[in-house]
């Protein structure tokens, strides 16, 4: 078991619901050009955001607010129904340079240790596998983390997060459907259907990253939320 190395953050406050309240996990990436910049703004008094921990590529999993704290990673936010989400998740940042500073493939070590920090994670909450979800989803109108690089099937295959049964369905695109299944599914969809579609192929499809609602998009759709 990878250890974890305590580096605490001031940026933190009480769950307004309590601890009992967490029911999501919400992965980034940092978007910074190190991981050492990622921990000292998330470590600053000044700039107010934090989250329960970081991975860095090699591995090493910091700690900086303990879990029964409210983080401040996941912002304006939406997902199935509620806003502002910091109160109910449990937000792991991913050191990596993120799309700004040249998107990485994530290194394998980095992600079993994300692997095994989730499954951890989940031995400790009851959280729903429908709710462990990337900043773009919860935020598609202005986040792309983790991005279409990030191994969501592999996760999935651990058992953290799920995955559609049959990832290769194609159905005729229907506009009012997808909007259905996407909400459905959890996200916000009354921004911009192209918008809603990215985040979601960042997440589902990602060898199909278009913002199109083609058929095979459709079928994803679909599959997802029957799943």
């Known amino acids: 078991m990878t250890p974890i190395i305590d580096l605490p953050s001031p940026n933190f406050d009480d769950r307004p619901g309590g601890p009992s309240d967490i029911d999501m996990l919400i992965l980034h990436y940092t978007g910074m050009q190190t991981g050492q910049a990622a921990i000292d703004r998330l470590r600053d008094p000044v700039a107010k955001v934090s989250s329960h921990y970081v991975v860095e590529e090699d591995g090493t999993i910091f700690r900086l607010v303990p879990e029964h704290l409210r983080a401040f990673h996941a912002g304006i936010s939406y997902w199935r129904g509620r806003h502002t989400l910091n109160g109910?998740?449990?937000?792991?940042?991913?050191?990596?340079?993120?799309?700004?500073?040249?998107?990485?493939?994530?290194?394998?070590?980095?992600?079993?240790?994300?692997?095994?920090?989730?499954?951890?994670?989940?031995?400790?909450?009851?959280?729903?596998?429908?709710?462990?979800?990337?900043?773009?989803?919860?935020?598609?109108?202005?986040?792309?983390?983790?991005?279409?690089?990030?191994?969501?099937?592999?996760?999935?295959?651990?058992?953290?997060?799920?995955?559609?049964?049959?990832?290769?369905?194609?159905?005729?695109?229907?506009?009012?459907?997808?909007?259905?299944?996407?909400?459905?599914?959890?996200?916000?969809?009354?921004?911009?259907?192209?918008?809603?579609?990215t985040a979601f192929q960042r997440h589902f499809l990602p060898q199909n990253l278009t913002g199109r609602l083609d058929d095979v998009t459709m079928g994803r759709i679909l599959a997802v939320a029957v799943k």
């Open 88 to 197: 109910v998740c449990i937000g792991i940042e991913i050191v990596n340079p993120g799309h700004e500073w040249g998107y990485r493939p994530f290194p394998a070590l980095q992600m079993e240790a994300v692997k095994n920090l989730c499954l951890q994670i989940l031995g400790r909450h009851t959280i729903p596998q429908r709710n462990v979800i990337g900043h773009s989803d919860v935020a598609p109108n202005r986040k792309q983390d983790p991005g279409e690089l990030f191994d969501w099937k592999g996760l999935a295959g651990a058992g953290i997060g799920f995955w559609p049964e049959d990832d290769d369905r194609r159905e005729k695109p229907d506009e009012e459907s997808a909007r259905k299944a996407l909400a459905a599914i959890g996200y916000e969809t009354t921004w911009p259907l192209e918008t809603v579609i």
